[in-house]
């Protein structure tokens, strides 16, 4: 009560931001918590009950995460309502609920269909939600208008989820060697911009295939370099550094 509510605003927001970044992620609800109550601006009630729902996806907890996005989206202003359509696509998928997710995302309101196609995260979830279908034709085309769309952005590490996207669905269907290629132009960019995590993501990926097309020395190669770098993330996470 010493403080003034803009002053407890500060302190709140560090503290979620602090708890976020050691994966405390019931705190960072705790404290987003506390922020929302004190906060009059609803653009920023809304960008913390995205950050709320984000932690509740986190931690598992789909339901919860949707009961704060929805009501972050009722709050929220027309620009930022395509990121909370993403956020409860995901959670349905996450549920299993494929078609449910498909209805969200193609939410009917016209004032959105300008923004959702230069949105590449809107196309990358809208691929994966057709994915999940096994509509892997529909997943292909979307993840390549997606490459298409960030090529002509300066945010070349957004191509990283997409073209491990492309390798997943060029696996489901069969076609091993494409699913290879993808994979690889994902990795190499991992290892561009030094994404140590997704790079282990990859080398999974990538040893899954090998080991179908019965070269296990292939696989085996990319099993071990990619424990070595879950092992190195953990350790980084734990020393307090993120990766």
């Known amino acids: 009560d010493i403080l003034e509510d803009n002053q407890k605003i500060d302190v709140f927001v560090e503290l979620a931001n602090i708890e976020f970044f050691f994966g405390n992620f019931e705190k960072q609800i705790f404290y987003l918590s506390k922020f929302i109550i004190v906060q009059s601006d609803n653009d920023k009630k ?87 279908k096994m509509e892997y034709l529909s997943a292909q085309n979307l993840l390549k208008s997606a490459v298409e769309l960030v090529k002509r952005s300066d945010k070349s590490i957004l191509l990283i989820k997409l073209f491990n996207a492309l390798g997943m669905v060029a696996y489901s269907s069969g076609l091993l060697d494409e699913a290879i290629k993808h994979y690889q132009d994902a990795l190499n960019l991992a290892k561009k911009h030094k994404k140590i995590s997704q790079e282990a993501t990859i080398l999974k990926n990538l040893g899954l295939i090998y080991d179908k097309k019965g070269q296990i020395t292939e696989a085996i190669g990319n099993y071990s370099t990619c424990i070595k770098l879950s092992q190195a993330v953990n350790n980084q996470l734990e020393s307090g550094y993120a990766a």
């Open 46 to 132: 809304a960008t913390a009950l995205m950050n709320m729902g984000t932690a509740y996806i986190k931690l598992g907890s789909f339901i919860k995460a949707i009961e704060y996005l929805e009501l972050g989206y009722k709050l929220t202003n027309k620009e930022n309502r395509v990121k909370f359509l993403i956020k409860l696509a995901q959670c349905q998928n996450l549920l299993g609920h494929y078609q449910f997710a498909l209805d969200i995302l193609n939410n009917p309101e016209k004032d959105l269909a300008r923004l959702k196609t230069l949105d590449s995260d809107y196309i990358y979830e809208l691929a994966i939600s057709y994915y999940y």
